[in-house]
Nanobody
Framework: QDQLVESGGGLVQPGGSLRLSCAAS??????????MGWFRQVSGKDREVVAT????????FYADSLKGRFTISRDNSKNTVYLQMDNLKPEDTAVYYC???????????????????RGQGTQVTVSS
């Protein structure tokens, strides 16, 4: 059973904004125990990291190409992680996944693609 459930995807025009949410599907799964992150994938292409956040929320890592437009955050009291996406571009079109790692959020851990759980994903389409 999936431990993580994403929501908030959809169709948006270029320049628009979306906020994705990732929540635990069961109360017994505490997101606060994990480094969390967002990845995206276009069909036929490799998965790429979007952003990661440490357990406390104090440390965030972003893909260089997305800095300034995307913001990751978390509310451990609501057992939810968010991805705010602004000034969206057609090349941001992808399936966005959230992931959880028992390890660290940096390049040696979640940012490098090492995760323990992943959701089913939510489609984001940027088109006029």
């Amino acid at each position: 059973q999936d431990q993580l459930v994403e929501s908030g995807g959809g169709l948006v025009q270029p320049g628009g904004s979306l906020r994705l949410s990732c929540a635990a599907s069961e109360r017994t799964f505490s997101i606060g125990d994990y480094s969390m992150g967002w990845f995206r994938q276009v069909s036929g292409k490799d998965r790429e990291v979007v952003a990661t956040i440490s357990r406390s929320g104090g440390v965030c890592f972003y893909a260089d190409s997305l800095k300034g437009r995307f913001t990751i955050s978390r509310d451990n009291s609501k057992n939810t992680v968010y991805l705010q996406m602004d000034n969206l571009k057609p090349e941001d079109t992808a399936v966005y996944y959230c992931a959880a790692s028992r390890g660290l959020s940096g390049k040696g851990g979640l940012y490098g693609g090492l995760y323990d759980y992943r959701g089913q994903g939510t489609q984001v389409t940027v088109s006029s």
